[in-house]
């Protein structure tokens, strides 16, 4: 069956694929060419950490960041304030307002001598490859691609040849998320390089949740990133290029790209100050019981290429196996947080027990109205009563969630008179209310199976109470539907888009 059905998958996973382009943000003039960026030489990275330099051999601090105008200014900062190296990791980094705005701050820190490296997996690149090779013709700044060969380079054709002929190598990704500096600081958690993970979009943003790593748990994200780098899957951009390309030299060649950061009409004036003023931020983080110092936290990272494939699309990896452990181990409850809820008779098995000894589980995940993946919610929607049928409580996002206007970035509803779409991405979970999980890992056959992930597993009372109660916010009515068996909010969308839902229900739960 499933060999009379592959064309079918490949030309519904073709326009999955192309169905996500964006178009980048033109370059605009501006008549005050870099004028605004103020970077105070009297701060350094090693001065704000240098309270901290025994506690960091020995413990690693941990700081969540809930909303997106947070985790981006936090991000903008380090940048900023990098002085040795940045080393970043991620399954999205577009080519939009947030990005270019990175992609300026990255070049800034490369010009003062800085180390950049950047590995992004190629399916879901939307920058052209000339694009990629002017960032990476820094002397400071190297780009490598994940196991390319589905995107980057290659027309429908190449991409269809590729998934025809090597299926499962096409769809193993790299969706690991990390953000290091000076190899002492880390972010990692559930957002990508893109206007929606920063509630930055006009239209349609993620509620989502990173962590801020610093210290002893470093030492992880620093050997996962390198054997990811290192890895034979990882590309240089560079041989991605045919012999007759020219790598760009041009003394000017980032000009463009620092006029339209300088831009108020793309970076607003009032976010640069916050950022500048960010030092401030930092000494209120220190001093509030958020920002906490711990003996165990784990680091969790499955390895490039994830499994053998021996197993066909199966196989699991190491973020599956401590997940399920934790899920095992659980006492009285499981509180789990995921965008794309696909579930098989293993993970149904996993809850079915944890429910039959007394654990409380509830799980939040989109709603058709809010998902923006309908692929995804078609498999969940199949097995929706069987999950249910486990004992735990299932609750579905709202796209008009309450929650949204005190989470969304401050600057982007003062420019607006209406109310985007919010879609819920976190990955986390939170066991016993002693444990929090943050990561990168969604509850589907993909995440278990195929993708590399990662997860920061925090072993704090404190933490996880923390984490617990935005997800307890989040479960009220005014943000999320419980479902039952006798109701779903499925019928509060368009027919159209039901039906689109309906008509995915051919593709295969493997690569959901």
């Known amino acids: 069956m499933r060999i009379l059905l592959l064309p079918t998958y490949l030309f519904l996973l073709t326009l999955v694929l192309f169905s996500c382009t964006k178009t980048p943000p033109p370059m605009t003039e501006a008549t005050d060419f870099c004028s605004k960026i103020h970077r105070n030489d009297s701060i350094s990275l090693t001065q704000e950490l240098s309270d901290y330099q025994e506690k960091m051999k020995t413990q690693t601090g941990v700081y969540v960041l809930e909303d997106g105008g947070r985790s981006l200014i936090t991000r903008a900062w380090l940048s900023e304030y990098a002085e040795k190296t940045i080393d970043i990791q991620y399954f999205i980094f577009s080519t939009d307002n947030v990005g270019l705005i990175a992609c300026d ?70 969706h690991n998320k990390t953000f290091i500096v000076d190899k002492q600081v880390v972010i990692t958690g559930g957002r990508n390089i893109a206007d929606e993970y920063f509630d930055y979009d006009h239209e349609y943003n993620f509620r989502d949740r990173d962590v801020l790593l610093m210290g002893k748990v470093s030492g992880e994200v620093n050997k996962s990133f390198e054997e990811f780098w290192n890895s034979d899957l990882s590309i240089p951009a560079v041989d991605l290029i045919g012999k007759d390309k020219i790598v760009p030299t041009e003394a000017k060649r980032f000009d463009k790209l620092h006029e339209y950061a300088c831009n108020p009409d793309n970076f607003w004036p009032q976010v640069r100050n916050e950022i500048e003023n960010f030092r401030d931020i930092i ?185 617990l109660k935005g997800m307890e916010e989040e479960y009220k009515p005014g943000n999320s539907w419980e479902i039952t068996k006798d109701f779903n909010p499925d019928s509060k969308v368009s027919r159209k888009k039901r039906l689109k839902t309906w008509t995915r229900k051919v593709l295969p739960k493997g690569i959901l």
């Open 283 to 467: 000494e209120e983080i220190k001093k509030s019981n958020h920002f906490v110092w711990l003996d165990n936290v784990e680091f969790v990272s499955d390895i490039p290429g994830k499994n053998d494939g021996s197993k066909g699309l199966g196989g699991g990896g190491v973020c599956t196996d401590a997940l399920i452990k934790l899920i095992k181990n659980a006492n009285t409850s499981l509180d789990l947080q995921t965008p794309y809820l696909i579930t098989t008779e293993l993970s149904r098995g996993l809850f079915r027990d944890a429910v039959n000894r007394g654990v409380k589980i509830r799980i939040l995940t989109n709603s058709l109205s809010s998902t923006d993946n309908v692929e995804a919610f078609s498999a969940y929607q199949s097995d929706r009563k069987e999950l249910l049928a486990t004992g735990v409580r299932i609750f579905e996002f709202r796209p008009d969630a309450e929650e949204r206007m005190s989470i969304m970035t401050g600057e982007l509803q003062k420019t607006i008179d209406y109310k985007p779409i919010f879609g819920h991405h976190a990955k986390s979970m939170v066991v016993d209310g002693k444990i929090a999980v943050i990561g990168t890992f969604n509850l589907d056959p993909r995440s278990a199976n195929l993708n590399t992930e990662c997860v920061a597993i925090v072993h704090s009372d404190l933490i996880a109470q923390g984490v």
């Open 105 to 174: 701050y990255l070049v800034r820190a490369a010009d003062r001598g800085v180390k950049v490296r950047i590995l992004v997996d190629d399916i879901m690149v939307d920058a052209a490859l000339e694009d990629i090779l002017i960032f990476d013709s820094h002397p400071n700044i190297e780009v490598k691609i994940y196991n390319p060969g589905v995107n980057l380079g290659k027309n429908i054709f190449n991409k269809l040849h590729k998934f025809a002929t090597d299926f499962r190598s096409a769809n193993q990704r790299m």
